[in-house]
């Protein structure tokens, strides 16, 4: 689903990101809910930050205020029933023509799913956050049934794109 936004953009630098689990259900520019692995997964796009919901977990990247952990490149833990991992990079482009190419990659390849949410910013053809479901989750890897969830957040203004990875899989 791709979402024309008239807010504007909200988060300035990929390095002002931070990490947070567990937060209720921030407000939402635009929220796509999809059935995955026995679970209602909401994408939500905030600004140009995410939240995650799924099942017993709540995965925030945002310019969160006050003690908020900055983004990790790695992070895992357990919530009931399941195991959550979480990676993050970042790719800094050197030239508007390299990052415009790039943004625009990971607009065609998520144009038409249901199962992704793309929010275009006004102010830059480029100001995109996108979260889309990973078929890479978990299931058939041996680990059990699990789902996952892969985003990107763009700056324009460094030419930043942030890239994070997430997996639920359920315990057996």
């Known amino acids: 689903m791709l979402a024309a936004l ?9 390095d002002a990101l931070s990490f947070a689990l567990g937060l209720p259900p921030l407000d939402a520019l635009a929220v796509l809910p999809v059935e ?29 205020p006050g003690g908020a952990e900055p983004l990790p490149g790695r992070a895992a833990t357990t919530v009931p029933g399941w195991g959550y ?24 390849r998520l144009l038409g799913r249901d199962d992704a949410l793309t929010g275009a910013f006004p102010g830059s053809r ?23 969830w892969r985003t990107w957040h763009a700056y324009p203004q460094t030419r930043e794109i942030v890239m994070t990875r997430s997996r639920l899989v359920r315990q057996r």
Do not use: K, Y
């Open 36 to 64: 995955r692995a026995g679970l209602t997964v909401h994408l939500r796009l905030l600004g140009a930050s995410h939240q995650v919901i799924a099942g017993p977990l709540s995965e925030t990247v945002a310019c969160l």
């Open 85 to 108: 991992e979480f990676t993050a990079t970042t790719s800094a482009h050197g030239g508007e023509p390299e990052f415009g190419r790039a943004v625009e990659a990971v607009c065609a």
């Open 126 to 148: 480029h100001a995109v956050t996108a979260l889309a479901l990973d078929d890479a989750g978990g299931a058939g890897d041996g680990a059990g049934a699990g789902i996952g």
């Open 6 to 14: 008239d807010t504007p953009f909200a988060d300035a630098r990929a």
